[in-house]
Structures are given as structure tokens and as C-alpha cells.
């Protein structure tokens, strides 16, 4: 059973077990954790509209910039959790058959079914039409509308969790796995490099390896997560701080269209994305013992993360094509074009969700 089918249970006591929560509660925490990313996620392409309001020599320009770039991680995080509630459901029970089925319904039908509504709008609304030429990209890479490639990567994900679970199996420690993370990164950056070129490395799977196996390991090693938490978030709190010191310079230059060193970049933004992707698994872990207001909407926006995810670009692209962008200062306009462009596919998702057999056919689920 995946863990998204469950059903959220509230902990009146407050407090946590050492071990991994009740199927229930591990529910909420997987939830809190993808509301916590698709904030970021609302936030990241808003903050990316205005940035070209500001001068870019000023003081306003460099801080909204320096967000924008550090706040860029949900992709890698919701990997993570993707490869950690997948592999578990694996690990308790493996029939091919209907695995594929479920992806199948879940994710590819939805891919072509969103690829296709973008297409459409860039052609009639953005005045954009697509070039039929580079159909594959639209296709194999996510190339539709800029945000979707994650469902492609997701995808191929879901081909290669199959071919890890042999491994996942004999639950290997965490120095074999953190062994087998440099030495695969290095591998897959390598073999790009000098090999053969992807052409979207964002949108290629091996390029997350670090978050992906990590991930794995979490699944494998589900029954002490308490443990693992308590343990870790100081390690990945120093992986993302390292991460952060390499990768910011750069990432502002290479915003700015400066040349920067991609193996440094690189290097940077796997330590930076990994450790934030686990730190924010702690966040959620320890969040799922509290009743508080704000939890249970983190757990409400996590519920819909998908939904959110898929149509929220619609929603800015709309409001910056009507000028409303423009129109108020980034002060203003930045925190209310946030919450318009969260709230509104939020609403449009739990109405759609009163329909279940539309909402599946729509988002791969209701």
C-alpha cells in the first residue's frame, strides 16, 4: 500500500517514538514534507518573475536573487521522497505488473495529458507556438512548459527503483551507500562530460543520483528513522552549508551570464540540494507531532503538492500576461502573487478532487 493512500492520524500526546511513526503517522509527515516543498517551489518561480523588475546592480536585486537561488531545491527534495515511499512499498511487495499499472496511471497519462494542455496554451494564449521539430524534447525531456520535466524525471525514476530494489534488499550501511554516491556522481558527471553530453541534465535522472540513493537507503532503514534523524540533520545541516558557500557565487554569476565553473557548480549544488532534501525530512518529521493550525495546512498543501505543482505555472504566466506583475511594486507584488498563484491551484485542486474519477484522470489521483 503507498503511502499516499493512507489516511492522516493526529498524535494527541504530541510526542514521537524512537522508531519509525505508525503507517498513519508516516502519512503526515510524507505530506508536511511536500507542502514544506511546494512552497518553495510557488515561491522560487514567483520570486524568478520579478527579478527582472529590479536593477541588477542594486541591493534588492542581489538579495531577491540570492532567495531565489538558495530556495531551489524542491526537485531534488521531492525526489527523495518519491525514491523513499516507493521503495518502501517495494520492498513490501513487488508485483510488476500492477507497479506498472499504477505509474502508468499515475504519472504517464498525466505527463502527455499536461504537455499537451501547455503546448496549447503557448500556441493560442502566449502566441508561442511549439517547434514541431524538437518533438522529443517535448516528449522524452519535459520540454512542453519549463516545469515539467520533473514528471519526466519522475518517470524514469520509476524504471530504475525496480532495478535497485536487489540492492535495497540486503540494506547496506550508510558508509557503502555514501561510498557508492560520490563514486556514481562522479561517474554520471564523467561519463557527460567526456562521453557523451545530455542534452538536459536537469532532466535526466543520474543526475540526482545523490538524493535518489539516499532516498533508497531512508527506505531501507525506515524502522529507526527517529534514530536516523536525531543523527543526521547535524551532518546534512554541514552538507548544505558547504554546499550553499560553493554554489551561491556561482549561481548568481551564472544568472548574471557569467562563465562559472560547472564542476564546482555541480559539486556545490548535490552537497547543498542533498543536505537541505534531508534536512527538510527532519523539519517534517518532527512538525508531524504537532497539532498546530499551520501544520495542518503544510499537511493540506502537501496533499494537493502535485496539483499545485502542475498548474500554479499557468496562474503566473496569466498574471504576468495581464500586467499585474508589473504593476505593484516587488514589495507588494511578490507576496501577492505567491499567494495567489498557491492558493488559486490549491482551491481549483480540492474542487477538483470532489470529482475522484476526474481529478484521477486529470492529476493520476484524487
Known amino acids: 500500500m503507498h503511502a499516499e493512500a493512507l489516511t492522516p492520524h493526529h498524535n494527541t500526546a504530541g510526542m514521537r517514538n524512537d522508531n519509525l511513526p505508525t503507517q498513519h503517522e508516516r502519512f503526515r509527515w510524507v505530506e508536511i514534507f511536500r507542502g514544506l516543498a511546494i512552497l518553495e517551489v510557488v515561491f522560487h518561480h514567483t520570486s524568478g518573475r520579478f527579478l527582472s523588475l529590479l536593477d541588477k546592480e542594486s541591493a534588492a536585486w542581489l538579495v531577491l536573487a540570492s532567495l531565489n537561488r538558495t530556495l531551489h531545491y524542491a526537485v531534488p527534495a521531492f525526489l527523495m521522497m518519491t525514491a523513499f515511499v516507493l521503495m518502501r512499498s517495494l520492498l ?45 524534447d517535448y516528449l522524452f525531456w519535459g520540454k512542453a512548459y519549463f516545469h515539467l520535466y520533473i514528471l519526466a524525471v519522475a518517470m524514469q525514476l520509476y524504471v530504475l527503483l525496480p532495478l535497485l530494489l536487489p540492492v535495497a534488499r540486503r540494506r547496506p550501511p550508510f558508509w557503502a551507500v555514501l561510498i557508492a554516491i560520490v563514486a556514481l556522481t562522479m561517474a554520471v558527471y564523467g561519463f557527460n562530460r567526456l562521453v557523451y553530453r545530455v542534452t538536459y541534465t536537469g532532466s535526466y535522472v543520474l543526475w540526482y543520483t545523490p538524493v535518489v540513493l539516499l532516498g533508497v537507503w531512508l527506505a531501507t532503514q525506515a524502522q529507526r528513522l527517529g534514530a536516523i534523524v536525531r543523527k543526521g540533520w547535524l551532518l546534512a545541516l554541514a552538507s548544505a552549508g558547504v554546499g550553499l558557500w560553493v554554489y551561491l557565487p556561482l549561481a548568481l554569476q551564472a544568472i548574471q551570464g557569467a562563465p562559472v565553473n560547472t564542476f564546482h557548480y555541480q559539486v556545490g549544488n548535490w552537497l547543498f540540494t542533498t543536505g537541505v532534501s534531508f534536512l527538510l525530512l527532519a523539519v517534517a518529521y518532527w512538525l508531524s507531532g504537532s497539532q498546530a493550525r499551520v501544520v495542518a495546512g503544510l499537511q493540506q498543501l502537501g496533499r494537493y503538492s502535485l496539483q499545485i505543482y502542475l498548474i500554479h505555472p499557468l496562474v503566473l504566466s496569466e498574471l504576468n500576461r495581464w500586467g499585474l506583475v508589473g504593476a505593484l511594486q516587488v514589495r507588494w507584488g511578490l507576496p501577492i502573487c505567491f499567494l495567489v498563484a498557491l492558493l488559486v491551484p490549491f482551491a481549483l485542486s480540492w474542487l477538483i478532487a470532489r470529482a475522484p474519477r476526474i481529478s484521477v484522470l486529470i492529476f493520476g489521483r484524487s
Open 92 to 136: 513490501r511487495e513487488f508485483n510488476l505488473k500492477r507497479y506498472t499499472a499504477n505509474r502508468l496511471l499515475r504519472a504517464l497519462l498525466p505527463y502527455l495529458l499536461w504537455s499537451g494542455l501547455y503546448l496549447v496554451y503557448r500556441t493560442y494564449l502566449l502566441g508561442a507556438p511549439p517547434s514541431w521539430s524538437r518533438w522529443a
